[in-house]
């Protein structure tokens, strides 16, 4: 209970807000806060702050998400969201913007990094048998000719016969694809665009933009299989900057001119390429699929198992059905709902110039199902065509049979920032009660990992506050938030994904403890304070944070 006292100090009379509260069966005295010289204007401000409270009070105990849907929200809508919370801006659009181009703003970065540092967490550090590079941005443009990219990647602009609208369309897409409306494209008219951004070295010319990291690793291939000492079947991985001059860039970050790949090249042994060691465990694992049979047909998806897909020669062999696999993984991994997940086997008049088979992982967004991952069996083209153009041996040594071999590589190749689509499309919910976006991300990728509050707006609670802020600060990315009713803190979070809300009130500073508040479900528990980096740490790698405290309220859905 609250109340206002009047002391006398040095003559003059002041008037505080004092509580009383019975703790462990003790009644014990605080104050609250300096109120006035007057009492008239005590009182006031007295009320106020009573008022203040009992309504964060009530709101702390009133949290509940009591009814939450999955919103499925158009692209133009994840975009004014993106916008409106700090994730991505468009690129220059103070001066109107550069279509193709994205900033990526103070909760977008995080999103971004967690994203790229979970890709590299399980390609890279989780295995033996992966190491990571990272090539540069502009290399020797004859990298470029020998890949095949300077004179193969290219698009059409072609305009609609009947609408008129401008499309994009491939060379073997001529007389196959149809505009939105039903009309003919005018191929007669057909103009080629490059997608490679020029540019210039120097004195010594021309030169790209990459556009593909891959190129990269097969450059650098045999300096890597030499100094990092890997011995077939090996990866190399690598995540960065692409570019590509798209001429119809759009659906936000989805076809951007300059974007992010994690890309992953396995290299093989040709002879062994069907010996990878832990088939059993996964070909019984099933997928659904648009088989590229089905696409001609027009036929349905199907929920094939590995090893049906390798019998039907849609994997040429089992380290790619491997890879396809680990990769889709990943997504479940990370929280993915895997019904919005399905496989695309390329049909063979869309396989690229260096692929034999290829199956990409595609999302069902709002604007249809569309491919956010793309794997290829590449066999021996890149190594063999960069053996050919620099005249370098690209080949190792078997060293049981002594003989000089050029790998089949695997390829898994991820966008960064469809990635980023993917994981915001899936998070998004929306809590009816308390009419406010929940972004359920897995807490790996959440931008911020936890946000301090003191309950009310009192030296001692937002001294500690302080504290606890400065000591996760040392492992956590974490916010300090004062302002505002508590609901409008938790609600400000919830949008931002942040998993755990800790509240520091009168208990903290007695028992030492807080309460932290899992984002999903609005349940609380108390965590004592010197647990609550173990915690957090736990709960960050998988484990509720539900089960590492004492529930404070019982908020179930
Ligand atoms: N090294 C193979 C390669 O680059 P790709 O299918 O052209 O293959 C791989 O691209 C992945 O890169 C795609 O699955 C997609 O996630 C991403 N990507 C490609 N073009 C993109 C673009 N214009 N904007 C954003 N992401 C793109």
């Excluded at 949290?63 to 499925?72: A, G």
């Excluded at 030499?226 to 590509?244: C, D, H, T, V, W």
């Excluded at 798209?246 to 076809?255: G, M, T």
């Excluded at 956010?372 to 060293?399: N, T």
Aim: aromatic share 12%; charged share 35%; hydrophobic share 35%.
């Amino acid at each position: 209970m609250a109340f206002i006292v009047k002391k006398k100090i040095n003559g003059k009379e002041y008037y505080y807000l004092n509580e009383t509260k019975r703790i462990n069966g003790k009644v014990k005295t605080k104050t609250l806060a300096y109120l006035d010289k007057s009492k008239k204007e005590a009182e006031k401000k007295a009320k106020e702050i009573i008022k203040n409270l009992n309504k964060n009070k009530k709101e702390v105990i009133q949290d509940k998400i009591s009814e939450m849907e999955k919103k499925d929200i158009t692209i133009n809508e994840l975009s004014v969201f993106c916008k409106r919370k700090g994730f991505v801006y468009q690129s220059g659009e103070i001066y109107g913007g550069l279509a193709g181009f994205w900033d990526f703003g103070h909760l977008g970065v995080e999103l971004k990094n967690n994203i790229k540092k979970e890709w590299w967490n399980y390609h890279v550090y989780q295995r033996d048998d992966v190491v990571g590079i990272d090539g540069s941005i502009i290399t020797h443009p004859k990298v470029w000719e020998a890949s095949g990219h300077v004179g193969n990647f290219n698009d059409f602009f072609v305009v609609c016969k009947n609408c008129k609208k401008p499309g994009k369309i491939a060379q073997n897409e001529f007389g196959k694809i149809k505009c939105e409306c039903g009309g003919e494209y005018d191929i007669a008219n057909a103009k080629k665009f490059d997608l490679m951004f020029k540019t210039n070295v120097g004195e010594s010319g021309e030169a790209f933009l990459r556009p593909e990291t891959a190129q990269l690793i097969f450059s650098n291939f045999k300096s890597v299989y030499e100094n990092a000492r890997m011995k077939l079947p090996f990866g190399i991985a690598q995540s960065g900057k692409a570019f590509r001059n798209e001429i119809a860039p759009r659906d936000f970050l989805f076809r951007s001119r300059e974007f992010e790949q994690m890309e992953l090249q396995f290299f093989v042994d040709p002879n062994k390429i069907n010996d990878y060691p832990y088939y059993n465990k996964i070909e019984k694992y099933k997928i659904k699929i648009l088989t590229a049979s089905a696409q001609e047909d027009k036929g349905e998806e199907s929920f094939l198992s590995i090893s049906e897909m390798v019998e039907k020669g849609i994997f040429k062999n089992k380290w790619h059905a491997y890879w396809l696999y680990n990769s889709y993984k990943w997504f479940l991994d990370l929280g993915i709902d895997e019904k919005n997940l399905r496989l695309r086997e390329h049909r063979k008049d869309e396989l690229s110039h260096y692929a034999k088979s290829a199956v990409d992982i595609e999302y069902k967004f709002s604007f249809g199902w569309k491919e956010i991952f793309g794997s290829h069996d590449r066999g021996q083209f890149d190594l063999g065509e960069h053996e050919k153009f620099s005249k370098k041996d690209m080949k190792v040594l078997d060293e049981e049979t002594g003989e000089k071999i050029l790998p089949n590589v695997i390829e898994a190749s991820f966008g960064v920032e469809r990635a980023f689509l993917v994981f915001m499309s899936d998070s998004y919910f929306y809590d009816k009660a308390r009419e406010n976006i929940i972004l359920k991300l897995n807490p790996k990728l959440s931008p911020i990992k936890a946000a301090v509050f003191p309950i009310v707006k009192k030296k001692e609670f937002e001294k500690l506050s302080e504290e606890i802020v400065a000591e996760l600060k040392k492992e956590f990315n974490v916010v300090y938030d004062k302002s505002g009713s508590i609901g409008r803190r938790y609600a400000r979070n919830d949008e931002a994904g942040t998993p755990y809300c800790i509240t520091i009130d009168d208990e903290s500073l007695i028992k030492k403890n807080v309460t932290v508040r899992w984002r999903d479900t609005g349940e609380q528990v108390r965590i004592k304070i010197k647990d609550l980096k173990d915690s957090l740490r736990k709960s960050i790698d998988g484990e509720s944070i539900l089960n590492l405290g004492k529930l404070v309220n019982t908020r179930k859905k």
